[in-house]
T-cell receptor, first 115, second 111 residues
Framework: DAGVTQSPTHLIKTRGQQVTLRCSPKSGHDTVSWYQQALGQGPQFIFQYYEEEERQRGNFPDRFSGHQFPNYSSELNVNALLLGDSALYLC??????????????FGPGTRLTVL | QQQVKQSPQSLIVQKGGISIINCAYENTAFDYFPWYQQFPGKGPALLIAIRPDVSEKKEGRFTISFNKSAKQFSLHIMDSQPGDSATYFCAPRGSWGKLQFGAGTQVVVTP
């Protein structure tokens, strides 16, 4: 079992650019959540996808958008990048089915640096 | 509104000692109370979790104590080892599985 995978590992962008981050959930999981973790802080919930739809959203602007594909993988898009968007972006997958219930398992994250 | 308050911010413990981290919350709708462990450059990993109908859960050297009336829960690490040096987060779960993370506690275990 490969667990949750994310790509790329690191990314450097300049202000105003757009970025797409990718996530493949753990095998058997159908729900993907995205979190932003600024340096030295706890992760902050961005949004969650289930059945290819955004089910819940945290306190993030519309510049942050996402998508879930039929194979349950997901993308996070950020437009008009700001310096403050520099952070570790974490993807977590879960499923109500299975022994683990809806425990969220995190990937290693994508480190985004905005210059 | 800070819904989850975690303390202390950091702690240093000698090998073999006990580490205690506390988490206080405000949202009574939280239904699941996990602790995550995070090493530098890695994503958080579930360490141990408790449901609100139980007051204590032990897994190996790790114990969660849960006080529903006080809206607090804590993590106890017994016989701390250098490999336990990491950042620990409480992350109670709200609606649709949204985790509300605390600010984190950096634990350093000295040899």
């Amino acid at each position: 079992d490969a667990g949750v995978t994310q790509s790329p590992t690191h990314l450097i962008k300049t202000r105003g650019q757009q970025v797409t981050l990718r996530c493949s959930p753990k095998s058997g999981h159908d729900t993907v959540s995205w979190y932003q973790q600024a340096l030295g802080q706890g992760p902050q919930f961005i949004f969650q996808y289930y059945e290819e739809e955004e089910r819940q959203r945290g306190n993030f602007p519309d510049r942050f958008s996402g998508h879930q594909f039929p194979n349950y993988s997901s993308e996070l898009n950020v437009n008009a990048l700001l310096l403050g968007d520099s952070a570790l972006y974490l993807c977590a997958s879960s499923s109500l089915a299975g022994e683990s219930g809806d425990t969220q398992y995190f990937g290693p994250g994508t480190r985004l640096t905005v210059l | 509104q800070q819904q989850v308050k975690q303390s202390p911010q950091s702690l240093i413990v000698q090998k073999g000692g006990i580490s205690i981290i506390n988490c206080a919350y405000e949202n009574t709708a939280f239904d699941y109370f996990p602790w995550y462990q995070q090493f530098p450059g890695k994503g958080p990993a579930l360490l141990i979790a408790i449901r609100p109908d139980v007051s204590e859960k032990k897994e190996g050297r790790f114990t969660i104590s849960f006080n529903k009336s006080a809206k607090q829960f804590s993590l106890h690490i017994m016989d701390s080892q250098p490999g336990d040096s990491a950042t620990y987060f409480c992350a109670p779960r709200g609606s649709w599985g949204k985790l509300q993370f605390g600010a984190g506690t950096q634990v350093v275990v000295t040899p």
